[in-house]
C-alpha cells in the first residue's frame, strides 16, 4: 500500500478532535506511517551522491508511484537499524559486514513529507580539538577511516580557519589524493 495522505490527514483530524493531546496524536500517526514504510521497504528518492551509486552497490529500486519514497531491495546481507533518540526515522544502512555505509531518514508528516538517503566515503578529513568540549582549543587537522580510527595526522594549530590551519588540510588531502585518489565516491575502497 502506497502513502495516502487522505488518509493519513483523516487519522490526525480525528486524534486532534479527541480530548487527548493533539501534538501527541499527530506523531503517533507519522511514526506509524515511518514504521510502515520501513516494514514494507520504501526509501527516499532524494539520494546524495545519486541513485546511480547506490545501484552500483547492489540496491534496486521501484517506482511506486510516490513522489517521496521508492520500493527497494537492498543488497545482499545489508540491513537498516534505527538510530536512537531521533523525532523523525532515521536509519543507519549497514552493510553485509556490519560497517554503517549510509543512513537515511523519512519524515511521514502530511503537512511536510520528505526524506533523504546518503552514502558515506570510507574515509574523512576532519577535525578533531585537542578538548572537544572546547572548541577555542588547539585542533588536529587528520584522515579518519569509516569507524573513526586515526590514519594520517597533518598535524595541529592553534585554531581553525587560519592560515596554519588551511596548509594542514592541503596536507591531509595530498595524503588522501596519493592513497586513495578516488577517497571521495562512496563506492570505493570498501572491499
Known sequence: MSYDSKLEGIMT?????????????TKT?????????????????????????????GFIFTD??????????????WSTE????????WEKLIDDKGRV?????????FYNRSGQMNLFSRYHLTDQFTDPDNFNSPVNVVVTDFDGSII??????????????????????EYLLSHYPEWKDTTKYWD
Do not use: W
Request: proline residues 5%; charged residues 25%.
Open 13 to 25: 483530524l480525528a486524534i486532534a478532535m479527541s480530548p487527548k493531546n493533539s501534538h501527541e496524536g
Open 29 to 57: 500517526v507519522q511514526k506509524a506511517q515511518q514504521i510502515r514504510a520501513k516494514n514494507s521497504c520504501k526509501l527516499p528518492r532524494n539520494m546524495r551522491p545519486n541513485q546511480a551509486a547506490f545501484e552500483a552497490l
Open 64 to 77: 511506486i508511484g510516490d513522489d517521496v519514497l521508492f520500493k527497494a531491495t537492498l543488497p545482499e546481507g
Open 82 to 89: 534505527e538510530e536512537p533518540g531521533a523525532t523523525i526515522l
Open 101 to 109: 555505509r549510509g543512513n537515511y531518514y523519512y519524515k511521514a508528516a
Open 152 to 173: 594520517f595526522n597533518a598535524g595541529q594549530c592553534k585554531r581553525c580557519y587560519s592560515k596554519e590551519y588551511d596548509a594542514l588540510v592541503e596536507k591531509a588531502k
